[in-house]
């Protein structure tokens, strides 16, 4: 598993936690990967769960991988940034391994639109100058990139939110 933007690593701790014989990657910036370091070591679980610093689309995402997963950073890269993180997945995984996809989403047309939602998008507009996407468009960026099944998930919870999956062919 290699995590992009994977932060302090909590994602592929849960992952390690739910599949034993995992081993994952947190792709981040170096003050995230710090931090992370030191959380992954404090929960036990450095021998399962590595920090790469620096900017993804410099380091590459790796090959041969089995999962290539994106939470909470689609809506901080431009459109074109984020289909060329999906075309570097395709390339990276192995025949049948997955992307991942999670973020807060942009309602489609005719949709009703959340207050988190609303919230969200602004914040992300006034932060990076970029915004949520519509399940729709990570959707289309997945297939244009060749992904196959691909699938969208929603949470009854937090109806804001989307994790779409697809695989590689």
């Not at 932060?7 to 849960?14: E, L, V």
């Not at 014989?21 to 003050?31: F, H, K, Q, S």
């Not at 370091?37 to 929960?43: F, T």
């Amino acid at each position: 598993l290699v995590d992009v933007a994977g932060g302090q690593g909590a994602f592929s701790m849960a992952m390690c936690r739910r599949h034993p014989g995992l081993e994952a990657t947190v792709i981040d910036l170096p003050p995230s990967a710090a931090v992370g370091r030191r959380i992954v070591a404090e929960e036990g679980y450095a021998g399962r769960v590595s920090f790469r610093e620096g900017d993804v689309f410099e380091l590459g995402l790796g090959d041969e991988l089995d999962i290539v997963s994106i939470f909470n950073l689609v809506h901080h890269l431009p459109e074109e940034r984020d289909r060329e993180l999906c075309r570097m997945a395709l390339e990276a995984l192995r025949r049948g391994g997955f992307l991942v996809i999670g973020d807060s989403a942009r309602p489609e047309p005719g949709e009703t639109v959340s207050e988190h939602g609303a919230i969200s998008s602004l914040l992300f507009y006034a932060w990076s100058h970029s915004r949520n996407f519509r399940p729709s468009e990570i959707r289309a960026w997945m297939e244009a990139a060749g992904f196959a099944e691909v699938t969208l998930h929603s949470n009854d919870r937090s109806p804001w939110r989307v994790v779409v999956v697809g695989r590689r062919p």
